[in-house]
Nanobody, 122 residues
Framework: EVQLQASGGGFVQAGGSLRLSCAASGLSLDSYVIGWFRRAPGKEREGVSCFSSTDDTTAYADLAKGRFTVSSDNAKYTVYLQMNNLEPEDTAVYYC???????????????WGRGTLVTVSS
């Protein structure tokens, strides 16, 4: 059974940092890309970042560039999202999911795990 579980969320003040983890089981990180997405209160889901273990490529939405870094530890089947300089606008539930490529739309992703809540206070 394929499972992805995001964790590491919490409460942080503006300017602070958090590292989210996406633990994968039942799938090979070499066969899928792992995307990070978020849904803020009252807003639609949006893409944040993506990591491909196949060619060690990364992708970032404009909201994440310069502040967030995605990486993986294949031995631990885990993908991380390091978030620095957090802003209140980053408050959201963050999810990870498996997809075919980092250019694929969110509808092509599957195995959405239960998200992790990030709250950034001003």
């Amino acid at each position: 059974e394929v499972q992805l579980q995001a964790s590491g969320g919490g409460f942080v003040q503006a300017g602070g940092s958090l590292r989210l983890s996406c633990a994968a089981s039942g799938l090979s990180l070499d066969s899928y890309v792992i995307g990070w997405f978020r849904r803020a209160p009252g807003k639609e889901r949006e893409g944040v970042s993506c990591f491909s273990s196949t060619d060690d490529t990364t992708a970032y939405a404009d909201l994440a560039k310069g502040r967030f870094t995605v990486s993986s530890d294949n031995a631990k089947y885990t993908v991380y999202l390091q978030m620095n300089n957090l802003e209140p606008e980053d408050t959201a539930v963050y999810y990870c999911a498996a997809g075919p490529t980092c250019n694929s739309p969110a509808t092509f992703y599957s195995n959405w795990g239960r998200g992790t809540l990030v709250t950034v206070s001003s």
